[in-house]
């Protein structure tokens, strides 16, 4: 009964977690592309958010799911690599790279106009690197401080450079400022206990002591170890 409801806590704990992780990703992410310009449908951000997400969560879940995911990732870039330059295509791939590269520094300085094509490119791009940073601060190692630090960051050039601000995005980021510190009490007040040392643990085989030893297993002391 004990085990039942710590995995439903378990269960519940991570779906606030996806939840905010989501959340965030996608303030972030519409923070940025209102700014650019881009066109983009919600519900298609929201999904591809979720998605990639939910692959974090499979490939991040433990280190062989990890190597297994890396050396996929080399055996698919390897096999691309090799059909590239056997097609005679490797070169104009690296163009067309190139091309993407610059269109974007060139829009964002405002020396460019707007592409489809790269604009759907780009918005894929971000949505897959902040889902990422977001898991990884939120689920994976949790820390309120980055995840304040990367939203002010975003918020502030834009405000300091004068490009359009969405304010329903830094309304959102402030509520998300709200339940992540509320994460952050709950996190350290769970995860962060002062250290309880058991008057009975035996710190030292070849320390011999005079005292009496009380049996009673529930006694505990805030001493530090070394002292008493």
Same mark, same amino acid.
């Not at 691309?80 to 790279?97: A, C, D, P, V």
């Not at 995840?147 to 960051?153: D, K, P």
């Given at each position: 009964?004990? =085990? ?23 303030? *972030? ?14 519900? $298609?951000?929201?999904?591809? *958010?979720?998605? $990639?997400?939910?692959?974090? #969560? ?20 390897? #096999? ?10 490797? #070169? ?21 106009? *707007? ?8 918005? *894929? ?5 902040? $889902? ?33 601000? #969405? ?44 005292? =009496? ?16």
């Amino acid at each position: 009964m004990l =085990n039942s409801n710590y995995k439903k806590d378990e269960i519940f704990s991570y779906v606030i977690d996806f939840a905010l992780t989501v959340m965030v990703s996608f303030n *972030i992410v519409y923070a940025i592309i209102f700014t650019l310009g881009f066109e983009f449908h919600f519900i $298609s951000i929201i999904l591809l *958010i979720v998605i $990639s997400v939910f692959l974090y #969560s499979i490939i991040l879940y433990n280190k062989l799911t990890l190597i297994i995911t890396a050396a996929s990732i080399v055996i698919f870039t390897s #096999s691309l690599f090799i059909y590239l330059k056997y097609s005679m295509t490797i #070169s104009q791939t690296i163009k067309n790279f190139l091309d993407f590269l610059y269109w974007n520094i060139d829009y964002i300085l405002g020396y460019d106009v *707007i592409n489809i094509n790269y604009q759907y490119y780009t918005i *894929i791009i971000l949505v897959l690197l902040v $889902s990422l940073l977001s898991y990884i601060f939120t689920i994976k190692h949790f820390n309120f401080y980055v995840i304040i630090a990367g939203g002010i960051l975003v918020f502030t050039t834009q405000w300091i450079m004068g490009y359009n601000m #969405s304010f329903t995005a830094f309304y959102l980021f402030v509520f998300l400022l709200i339940l992540y510190y509320f994460k952050h009490v709950y996190y350290y007040k769970t995860c962060n206990k002062p250290m309880y040392t058991n008057r009975n643990t035996k710190t030292n085989k070849n320390t011999k002591t005079n005292k =009496n030893i009380n049996n009673d297993d529930d006694t505990i002391d805030f001493a530090g170890p070394g002292i008493f």
